[in-house]
């Protein structure tokens, strides 16, 4: 049995929480609601003075035991018309409660109209025989609903990405050709790792094949700096950034920098049909990408990154 990751484990607790959160309110709609089925103004009006009260869905609406809508879709201003008779039968929301589910809350999806991320929500009315004669149904925007999940944070673990097919199939009939980057490597690799240790740089990314890169700084984490060749070939690049000292939040030890950028420059010569074409540091959370020449990435641990040797990479 395949486990969860951090990020499915935090999704499922969210739907878990709204679950619960939303069963309540949808029993007791459902219970009035049995009650009118035969009387659609008596329906709308009480649909609609829900929606008053309601600050998160987006649209309420009922249909009959076939799927079919007998109302229109009550909103917070008002209605929207034309939805007498649409047959939600399709949807996949509805196949679940006609299989026979009292109440359901779908997988997010992307709306029809707006394009948007929502949910919905499916409540099965029961007349007084404990008979199914219809379904409640309430639209939500995941904009609006209530935040009840803490912020997810990855997990970390080393991940492999396969790139574009059409590059592996070409992989054998290409051949590292030396970049300005390539040339200057032990200068430039220095250069980063002082930016690093001293002037605030907390994720750095080289791209060896196009002899740039791009930093992203503590004191401004949402923007990035593109520093070409001329200038990664210039120490003086310095002089342009303040003095910070190594940013507290890091957990990358300072003195595995130089070993991490040797094997960085490891990869790239290791061999001249896959070869490293781009990597990352970030000391914060202590993540490596790596992007080869077959076009697959990875993402590691630093630690786990100075635990693998050339032959983990390109075997014996």
């Known amino acids: 049995m395949v486990s969860e990751t951090k990020l499915q ?9 709204l679950e619960k959160l939303l ?15 035969d009387n659609k103004q008596a329906l709308e009006t009480f649909l609609s003075a829900e929606m008053l009260k309601a600050n998160y869905c987006k649209y309420l609406w009922v249909v009959d035991n076939t799927g079919r ?8 201003t ?8 649409r047959d939600r039968i399709a949807r996949p929301y509805m196949q679940r409660a006609l299989k026979g589910e009292d109440y359901y809350l779908s997988e997010a999806y992307i709306s029809r109209n707006r394009k948007r991320p929502s949910l919905t929500a499916i409540k099965a009315i029961h007349d007084y025989n404990d008979k199914v004669i219809g379904y409640l149904g309430a639209d939500f925007d995941l904009r609006e609903l209530p935040q009840t999940a803490d912020q997810y944070e990855d997990d970390n673990i080393w991940k492999q990405v396969k790139g574009d097919p059409a590059i592996r199939s070409g992989l054998f009939s290409q051949q590292r050709t030396e970049s300005a980057m390539d040339a200057q490597i032990d200068d430039i690799l220095s250069l980063i790792e002082e930016l690093i240790i001293d002037k605030g740089v907390f994720h750095a990314k080289l791209h060896f094949s196009s002899s740039r890169a791009t930093l992203w700084m503590v004191d401004n984490p949402y923007s990035y700096q593109i520093l070409n060749m001329d200038e990664l070939s210039d120490p003086d690049i310095c002089l342009a950034f303040r003095h910070q000292d190594y940013f507290d939040k890091a957990i990358v030890d300072p003195k595995k920098l130089p070993l991490i950028f040797k094997q960085f420059k490891s990869l790239r010569f290791a061999d001249e049909t896959i070869y490293l074409r781009a990597a990352s540091l970030n000391v914060v959370n202590g ?3 790596l992007n080869f020449s077959c076009d697959g990435s990875h993402y590691m641990h630093y630690d786990e990154f100075l635990d693998k040797n050339m032959s983990f990479w390109f075997g014996d």
């Not at 999704?11 to 878990?16: F, L, Y």
């Not at 809508?69 to 917070?76: F, G, V």
């Open 23 to 37: 069963f309540e309110s949808m029993s007791h709609l459902a219970e009035v609601c049995a009650k009118e089925m």
């Open 287 to 289: 993540m490596v990408g």
């Open 69 to 76: 809508q007998i109302i229109d879709d009550a909103t917070r």
């Open 9 to 17: 484990i935090t999704v499922r607790k969210q739907r878990e929480t």
């Open 78 to 85: 008002g209605f929207k018309r034309g939805q007498v008779g």
